[in-house]
């Protein structure tokens, strides 16, 4: 017999008061309505574990057909094995040393024959510089590299003087005119590049330059 059915039972059997029938009733009410409500809490329980077991067994079945499962299994029997102690190595055993052998005499190589010495050569003589090309050196050096103007212009004169149309020579007579722009001797310096600054020397050679310088010295003749 059920929890319910009891109770309904025993409530037949008892026998209220005339006054008391409403209270009866109502006390009968109350006592169903609560063997009610557990028996539904208790379905409610049944279909909840219902659905764990359910889902429990979807999920173990895919991760069996995804071999999920196996794969876990075997990481875990892979990290056991590795976790046990390597097994001893077994003693390595040594060659005993072998004595050293010599070569015999007759199996000594001979070392390979050495060339003949060459023949010496004698070094390569330079010809003397020409007593031209000495004075541009000399002339080009005081220029670019001293300080001693007056000297300079005297190197370019001694140049000019011994080769007055060599291959250095358009280069040295504007170099002794840039000497005199320096040594502020600008009438002297005016005469050497006009012919520069008119394109008349060397095919223009340094036409610019010399148009330029000739310019200034015409002002500061000017301003003066």
């Known amino acids: 017999m059920s929890v319910l059915e009891s109770a309904v039972a025993a409530l037949r059997d008892g026998a ?16 169903v309505r609560s063997l009610e409500r557990r028996a539904h809490k208790h379905r409610q329980l ?9 889902l ?17 299994f075997g990481s875990a029997s892979v990290q056991r094995e590795d976790q046990s102690p390597p097994p001893p190595q077994p003693p390595v055993e040594r060659a005993a040393p072998q004595p050293e052998s010599w070569p015999m005499p007759d199996e000594a190589v001979a070392p390979p024959p050495s060339p003949p010495p060459a023949a010496k050569r004698a070094p390569a003589t330079r010809p ?7 004075l541009y050196r000399r002339a080009h050096e005081l220029h670019f590299h001293g300080d001693d103007r007056a ?13 007055s149309t060599g291959r250095f020579a358009v280069e040295a007579r504007f170099n002794r005119a840039i000497v005199l722009v320096r040594l502020a001797r600008y009438a002297e310096a005016a005469v050497e590049l006009e012919p520069f600054a008119r394109g008349e020397v060397a095919d223009g050679y340094r036409r610019d330059e010399a ?9 500061l003749k000017e301003a003066r």
């Open 211 to 219: 148009a330029q310088l000739v310019a200034r010295l015409r002002a």
């Open 46 to 54: 049944v279909a909840m574990v219902t659905v764990l077991v359910l």
């Open 56 to 72: 429990l067994g979807a999920t173990a079945s895919w991760a069996w057909t995804t071999g999920r499962l196996q794969a876990l």
């Open 16 to 31: 209220p008061a005339p006054d008391g029938g409403a209270r009866a009733d109502a006390t009968r009410a109350r006592l």
């Open 128 to 134: 003397p510089a020409r007593p031209t090309e000495v």
């Open 151 to 163: 000297a300079a212009l005297a190197a370019w004169d001694a140049y000019l003087a011994a080769e």
